[in-house]
């Protein structure tokens, strides 16, 4: 038992130490709001009450964080599905172009099992994985990833990373205290980046988005691309700075926008069954 | 009078000037210590009496006299290229992490100089270094990214951005087009890594946000970029190095080791100041 204390100690930040402290007096005094501390120093079980103590520390640990991973897990579940499915249509994916989509296959799969785990770790039951309905109730007719149905594949797998690098982008601050899983969503948020950028650069597009614009996709996508023509950066607008610099166009292009998680919501309703 | 922007040193015992790699004005404000040596980094300090009479002096005698690189102009040019030397050389650039937020956005700044210098001179070198026309227009839109956030970082940064790093490319041939794209992937790849690892030390959302919209769109970059130097590379293993995307997570590196990696395309110091003791991994774990 000394070793696994002193295993979760070495692990953990000075600073957030000392706020452990400072709470774990306030819990001595009776003052905590974790029912689970309570729950595990009435069994005595002094690592269990530390583990509970430590979400309890971060003080809007783990409702907020365990909302922005369950969400995350969501729209996970949705790309991983996405790509499981068209990857197993043999024929569908032209055999070119189909190491590009098991590359992104794999990673929304680790990114589930990843973000399940992160659940986990902080007491809380990964969500099960819903049904979906890719042809998000009638918007995209009949599209089941028959073979002969790569071009909208393809549109729809633009429509999801694009969704889902903004999609993170608005949670980073919920996690700004939570650091492991700041990292994880970050590390997760450029990956999807990634995957945006190469296919839309495979549907001859550029690997950035232009103002709000939702290129050659159908009109029900445009929430995916509102507010991305967004020039104000930190409060200030940087309109001008594209003078010589290739315009209003590339200030926009230069920064990805955020979308709330509202907003995300809204987006991809239509693909749960 | 000495060509502007360039140091010059007058050889002991002969009429010759030849070029040193640079130094400061940090590093040498007036005269050194040794006795046939004067360091000139203003012009104004040309004016004064003393410092006449002794360069007349040294001219006269077999002395040496050296010229720093912003006689003409001012330190702290905002001109890349102004001053060159080996990596390290120059002026410390010290990043002090006591001023909090404002240290990760100027560090972000001086990774967005060398960036956007970077891609400044592969535009500039174009011609006949083998670049498709829909190539140019990619390296051109990222050029522009760039600048921008380069530019933005300095109005953000306020009165905090009075620095400039200078760049050095060593051997690397900017018409040869593998070479810059594989010095291209180099500076997107950390670029993502970086952001990715300095945002555990930001404390305003406001801020994390910011680094949060740029960091997406270096990895686009890096996508693109690399995608051009392997097309549609990828697999079921979801790890080919050579890939758009060579990891399930991207890197989360700490500034230290960003440091250390940039450094080698950075004439002055990077120099990070009460650089924070904890570092939390990402994913990865391959961050410090």
Redesign the interface.
């Known amino acids: 038992m000394t070793t696994q204390i002193k295993t979760l100690f070495d692990t953990i930040?000075?600073?957030i130490l000392e706020t452990v402290e400072t709470r774990g007096e306030e819990i001595a005094n009776g003052r905590s709001t974790n029912s689970k501390v309570i729950a595990a120093l009435a069994l005595g079980s002094i690592p269990v009450a530390f583990a509970a103590l430590a979400k309890d520390a971060y003080g809007q640990t783990p409702t907020d964080v365990i909302d922005v991973l369950q969400f995350a897990l969501t729209l996970e579940y949705l790309e991983s599905e996405f790509y499981n499915r068209g990857v197993g249509s043999v024929g569908l994916i032209p055999a070119?172009?189909l190491?590009?989509?098991?590359?992104?296959?794999?990673?929304e799969n680790?990114?589930v099992t990843?973000l399940k785990a992160f659940i986990t770790q902080r007491g809380a039951t990964p969500g099960a994985k819903p049904n979906f309905d890719f042809t998000a109730k009638g918007n995209v007719p009949g599209f089941n990833f028959s073979v002969g149905q790569y071009a909208t594949f393809q549109v729809l797998s633009q429509a999801f990373e694009d969704t889902g690098?903004r999609a993170y982008?608005g949670q980073?601050?919920r996690l700004?205290n939570d650091?492991?899983a700041?990292?994880?969503a970050?590390?997760?948020?450029?990956?999807?980046?990634?995957?945006?950028?190469?296919i839309r650069?495979?549907r001859g597009k550029?690997?950035?988005i232009s103002g709000d614009s939702r290129d050659d996709l159908p009109l029900f996508t445009q929430p995916v691309y509102e507010g991305e023509n967004n020039a104000s950066?930190?409060g200030?607008d940087?309109t001008a700075?594209?003078n010589g610099?290739?315009g209003p166009t590339?200030?926009t292009?230069?920064?990805?926008?955020?979308l709330t998680k509202d907003q995300v919501i809204k987006i991809v309703t239509p693909f749960f069954a | 009078m000495i060509p502007g922007g360039i140091t010059w040193y007058r050889v002991p015992g002969t009429g010759f000037l030849t070029k040193v790699s640079a130094n400061t004005c940090a590093e040498f404000g007036g005269e050194m210590g040794e006795k046939n040596v004067m360091v000139i980094s203003s012009a104004e300090q040309l004016m004064e009496g003393n410092t006449r009479r002794n360069f007349l002096k040294l001219v006269g005698l077999s002395g040496a006299v050296i010229f720093l690189p912003n006689v003409l102009t001012s330190c702290n040019s905002s001109n890349n290229g102004d001053i060159t030397g080996p990596p390290g050389t120059g002026t410390p650039v010290v990043i002090d992490f006591a001023k909090g937020d404002t240290a990760i956005l100027q560090f972000a700044y001086a990774l967005e100089q060398l960036e956007a210098d970077f891609y400044t001179k592969v535009v500039a070198n174009f011609s006949g270094a083998g670049f498709s026309s829909g190539e140019q227009t990619?390296l051109?839109?990222v050029?522009?990214?760039e600048?921008?956030?380069r530019?933005?970082l300095k109005?953000?940064l306020g009165s905090a951005n009075d620095f400039t790093v200078h760049t050095t490319y060593g051997a690397l041939n900017f018409k040869d087009r593998t070479a810059v794209l594989g010095a291209a992937k180099t500076f997107e790849d950390l670029g993502?890594a970086a952001?990715?690892g300095a945002?555990?030390y930001?404390?305003s959302?406001?801020?994390?946000?910011?680094a949060?919209?740029?960091?997406?769109?270096?990895?686009?970059?890096?996508?693109?970029i690399r995608?051009l130097i392997t097309p549609?590379?990828?697999?079921?293993?979801?790890?080919?190095p050579d890939?758009?995307?060579p990891?399930?997570?991207?890197?989360?590196f700490s500034p230290g080791k960003v440091v250390g990696m940039a450094q080698g395309f950075v004439v002055e110091k990077l120099t990070p100041k009460n650089a924070p003791t904890?570092f939390?991994?990402?994913?990865?774990g391959n961050g410090q």
């Not at chain 1, 997760?188 to 950028?197: G, K, L, Y």
């Not at chain 1, 292009?253 to 955020?258: G, I, N, V, Y």
């Not at chain 2, 949060?212 to 693109?224: D, L, P, T, Y």
């Not at chain 2, 939390?280 to 990865?284: K, Y």
């Open positions: 930040d000075p600073e070119s172009d190491p590009i989509f098991q590359t992104i296959q794999k990673h680790d990114h990843a690098v982008k980073a601050g700004i650091k492991p700041l990292n994880a970050l590390s997760i948020h450029a990956v999807e980046a990634r995957h945006a950028s190469e650069r495979l550029k690997g950035w950066q930190a200030m940087i700075l594209g610099n290739g590339a200030v292009e230069a920064f990805d926008e955020p | 990619l051109t839109d050029k522009f990214h600048v921008i956030h530019e933005a109005a953000i993502v952001y990715n945002a555990q930001i404390t959302t406001a801020n994390l946000l910011v949060g919209k740029i960091v997406s769109v270096e990895a686009r970059h890096a996508a693109a995608d549609k590379a990828g697999g079921a293993s979801g790890a080919n890939s758009f995307a990891k399930s997570f991207d890197d989360v904890t939390v991994e990402g994913p990865n």
